[in-house]
C-alpha cells in the first residue's frame, strides 16, 4: 500500500487505472458538472446527484433548508463520485467491450457551513462551477435566500482517480474475428445559447455564454 494511499480509496479492480495525484482529481472533479453523493439515511443508502464546487482541496454541495440529504450528512461520512464519458469501446469479443472514462471517488466526513462569509463564497463558487465569470453577472444571495440554503464542506483528503483511456484490449486468439472493432469518442457539446423570452431589451449576451467559452469552463478553474 502507498504511503497516504487508504484502503477505501486504492483501485483494485485495473489497478494500472488508478491514479492519486492530487492535481488529476481536482481537473476531474473541476470538469464534471454534476456529482453523486452517496450516505445513509435511517439505515438505507441513498444516493443523489447534484451540483458540487471545489475550492481549493475542499468539496462543497449545496441544497434547500428542508433536504434530507443536507440534515444526513452534516457531521456523517459520505462518498461522492463524479464520472466523466470519453468514448465507447467495441471490441471483437462481448467480454471486453469497454468505455474510456475519467471518475473520481472521494471519502469524508461531511459538515454544514455555519459562517455566513464561507457559505457565500461556496454558493458562488457553485455557480462559477456551472460557469466561469457567471457571479458577476448575476444578482448576490439575499439574507433571506442564505438563511434558506445550506451548504455542506466534504474535506479531498481521502479521494482516488481512475481513468482509462486508449484503444480495444482484444484477445490474441480474437484478432481475426469478422467484426468491427475501435473506439466511439464522446464528448459534451456546447449549442448556441437561447435567451430567455423575458429578457429585457438592450441587455447584450456576455462572452462567456459562447460555446467555446463554455467548452473551455474547466480549464479556469483555481
Known amino acids: 500500500m502507498e504511503s497516504g494511499i487508504s484502503p477505501r480509496v486504492k483501485v483494485q479492480r485495473h489497478a ?27 439505515g438505507r443508502p441513498v444516493v443523489l446527484p447534484t451540483i458540487h464546487a471545489r475550492i481549493g482541496d475542499d468539496l462543497y454541495v449545496h441544497g434547500a433548508a428542508a433536504n434530507a440529504m443536507i440534515g444526513a450528512c ?16 467495441l471490441a471483437r469479443s462481448v467480454y471486453n ?17 455555519r459562517d455566513e462569509q464561507e457559505k457565500l463564497r461556496a454558493l458562488t463558487a457553485l455557480v462559477e462551477h456551472v460557469l466561469p465569470g457567471r457571479s458577476q453577472g448575476s444578482r448576490e444571495p439575499s439574507p433571506s435566500e442564505l438563511l434558506i440554503t445550506r451548504v455542506l464542506r466534504i474535506p479531498i483528503s481521502e ?3 481512475k481513468v482509462r483511456q486508449g484503444q480495444v484490449s482484444d ?23 437561447e435567451p430567455d423570452p423575458a429578457l429585457a431589451p438592450g441587455i447584450p449576451e456576455p462572452d462567456n455564454v459562447r460555446p467555446e467559452r463554455v467548452m473551455a469552463r474547466a480549464a479556469h478553474r483555481p
Open 97 to 113: 467491450h469497454s468505455l474510456n472514462y475519467r471518475s473520481v471517488v472521494v471519502f469524508g466526513e461531511a459538515r454544514e457551513v
Open 159 to 161: 479521494a482516488s482517480a
Open 171 to 193: 484477445a490474441e486468439k480474437d484478432m481475426d474475428l469478422p467484426y468491427w472493432a475501435g473506439i466511439v469518442p464522446l464528448r459534451i457539446v456546447a449549442d448556441e445559447p
Open 16 to 42: 494500472e487505472r488508478g491514479n492519486y495525484d492530487p492535481g488529476v482529481i481536482h481537473a476531474i472533479l473541476d470538469e464534471a458538472f454534476i456529482c453523486h453523493v452517496g450516505f445513509v439515511v435511517d
Open 74 to 89: 452534516d457531521g456523517q461520512p459520505v462518498c461522492v463520485e463524479v464520472s466523466l464519458l470519453d468514448g465507447l469501446v
